[in-house]
T-cell receptor
Framework: EAGVAQSPRYKIIEKRQSVAFWCNPISGHATLYWYQQILGQGPKLLIQFQNNGVVDDSQLPKDRFSAERLKGVDSTLKIQPAKLEDSAVYLC?????????????FGQGTRLTVV | AQKVTQAQTEISVVEKEDVTLDCVYETRDTTYYLFWYKQPPSGELVFLIRRNSFDEQNEISGRYSWNFQKSTSSFNFTITASQVVDSAVYFCALSEDNNAGNMLTFGGGTRLMVKP
């Protein structure tokens, strides 16, 4: 079974530029998450989708971050404009459903460096 | 609000030693789930175990074992006879069982270095 796919693996941009990350979850997984992991810290949830609807985006900096999950499968996360403090690894994860405590499976992440 | 604390930021052991990684959590919910993930240098988070709040039985899987104690809000992870391949960052995480979803709250992680 294929895992969670993310691209690109690495991205370097200048501050104030825009960037987008892509995620393809495990087939059949209804729930998709985007986490931000700053170096030396644990991942922090940015947004959670159930199919193509947003379940939780309370920690998403909406002035610069946006995410969508069209057709309830693939998802993109965008940052516009990027700041230096956005340098982090952006992890996408998916799970079968919500409210069941099922484990989430993570992709390898996209390492973003903002210079 | 939920919180997970991993007080040990870094542990260094010599191969074949046993090592315990501590995890303490806070939650107001009576139903919740606890997880451990491994993050090797390659970066992906590898799921190790999930435990629900009603199951306090300890679990053993090969060289890995987990000790869940609700009385102390702890979910500790022990690696027996550690190996160099166990070197990684280990995260403990908590998920509350509510209809809003099962987002994970992670601890800060413990970096384990196993030296040959």
């Amino acid at each position: 079974e294929a895992g969670v796919a993310q691209s690109p693996r690495y991205k370097i941009i200048e501050k104030r530029q825009s960037v987008a990350f892509w995620c393809n979850p495990i087939s059949g997984h209804a729930t998709l998450y985007w986490y931000q992991q700053i170096l030396g810290q644990g991942p922090k949830l940015l947004i959670q989708f159930q199919n193509n609807g947003v379940v939780d985006d309370s920690q998403l900096p909406k002035d610069r971050f946006s995410a969508e999950r069209l057709k309830g499968v693939d998802s993109t996360l965008k940052i516009q404009p990027a700041k230096l403090e956005d340098s982090a690894v952006y992890l996408c994860a998916s799970s079968l459903g919500t409210g069941t405590g099922v484990g989430a499976f993570f992709g390898q992440g996209t390492r973003l460096t903002v210079v | 609000a939920q919180k997970v604390t991993q007080a040990q930021t870094e542990i260094s052991v010599v191969e074949k030693e046993d090592v315990t990684l501590d995890c303490v959590y806070e939650t107001r919910d009576t139903t919740y789930y606890l997880f451990w993930y491994k993050q090797p240098p390659s970066g992906e988070l590898v799921f190790l175990i999930r435990r629900n709040s009603f199951d306090e039985q300890n679990e053993i899987s090969g060289r890995y074992s987990w000790n869940f104690q609700k009385s102390t809000s702890s979910f500790n992870f022990t690696i027996t006879a550690s190996q160099v391949v166990d070197s990684a960052v280990y995260f403990c995480a908590l998920s509350e069982d509510n209809n809003a979803g099962n987002m994970l709250t992670f601890g800060g992680g413990t970096r384990l270095m196993v030296k040959p």
